[in-house]
Nanobody, 124 residues
Framework: QVQLVESGGGLVQAGGSLRLSCAAS????????MGWFRQAPGKEREFVTA????????YYADSVKGRFTISRDNAKNTVYLQMNSLKPEDTAVYYC?????????????????WGQGTQVTVSS
């Protein structure tokens, strides 16, 4: 069983930056696909970004491409989401997820473990 704990959310003004962290338990973190999803009020959860086990392959939603960056430190069992040039429409609960797959994937159905989420609010 893998446990994921997100941190780093908060309130930020439009144009600002935040870095989310997701700490994972378990010795096999380095083999997992890691992804970030988000869910805004009244909307379905949506894909944000994903990283393959090595970090060599990454995918981004078009809405965040060029502004968000996913990275991982396998030695620390941690994945990060650097969010720059934040917009009010980025306001959501952000979830970290892990998949046994190993390859980067946008499909939430591929992910086996989910964190509790961290709130990100961007004011205009």
């Amino acid at each position: 069983q893998v446990q994921l704990v997100e941190s780093g959310g908060g309130l930020v003004q439009a144009g600002g930056s935040l870095r989310l962290s997701c700490a994972a338990s378990g010795p096999t973190f380095r083999s997992y696909t890691m992804g970030w999803f988000r869910q805004a009020p009244g909307k379905e959860r949506e894909f944000v970004t994903a990283s393959s086990w090595s970090g060599g392959d990454t995918y981004y939603a078009d809405s965040v491409k060029g502004r968000f960056t996913i990275s991982r430190d396998n030695a620390k069992n941690t994945v990060y989401l650097q969010m720059n040039s934040l917009k009010p429409e980025d306001t959501a609960v952000y979830y970290c997820a892990a998949a046994h797959l190993g390859l980067a994937t946008m499909s939430e159905y591929a992910y086996n473990y989910w964190g509790q989420g961290t709130q990100v609010t961007v004011s205009s």
